[in-house]
């Protein structure tokens, strides 16, 4: 393994593709006084409090299956944390249906791949700046034949820790677990892990199936986010996002 340098940062509703196509929505930016806006406000406040025994520096969001809004949560989170005055890396590891560098309009040629595969690389290559004060991204990067092999190795480890020593928070976008194990993979290396349940879309036996390959790994599930709820005061895609946090 090459030597991993760092220095500081430049600056029953339809599945659907649109977030890999377009981006996520970031009502958090065009919406800040939302209820929506709010409410994530709130999963950050909870998530702050579940780590008065451990720091959650690192914290990582998955699903069940596709079109859980995973992408959209976590990255309306990572604005948050940056509104708080962090400075927040966001990093998209979902490299099989990346979604950060649309939603930032951010090339893809150069990610998390990169540096898990090109040795001697500097990080801070792989890492771009966004529009908003605090919030940088590392996008996935070039679509590899093996994530989940790239995922599980000591340079992943590495480039955790590389990150989590320049950054205050550490943001993942992990897939879904049913279909592959790239998030049980992430889980291990993390402080935390958000799992993102939609209401219409994931069905009961695949949330408590992703719950037990969570388990498995001995991952800290530190909460767990109920999106698009029904019945919500505002309308759009967002819905309605409700936390637990244990």
Known sequence: MGV???SLFKKDKK???????NGVGLITVTQPTSTIAEQFRTVRTNIQFSSIDKEMKVIMATSSGPS???STVITNLAVTYANQGLKVLLIDADMRRPTAHQTFGLSNETGLTNCL?????????AVEETPIENLYVMPAGPTPPNPSELLNTKRM???????AE???MVIIDTPPLISVTDAQIVATKVDGTILVVREGVA???AVLKAKELLDTVHARII????NDVSGSDESGYYGGYYGYYK
């Open 68 to 70: 859980a809004g995973k």
């Open 157 to 163: 480890d590495a480039i955790l820790m590389a990150v």
């Open 4 to 6: 991993i340098k760092m």
């Open 117 to 125: 595969t090109e040795k001697d690389i500097d990080i801070a290559k």
């Open 223 to 226: 909460g767990t986010i109920l």
């Open 166 to 168: 320049q950054m205050d």
């Open 203 to 205: 069905k009961k036996g």
């Open 15 to 21: 599945l659907s593709t649109d977030s890999i196509d």
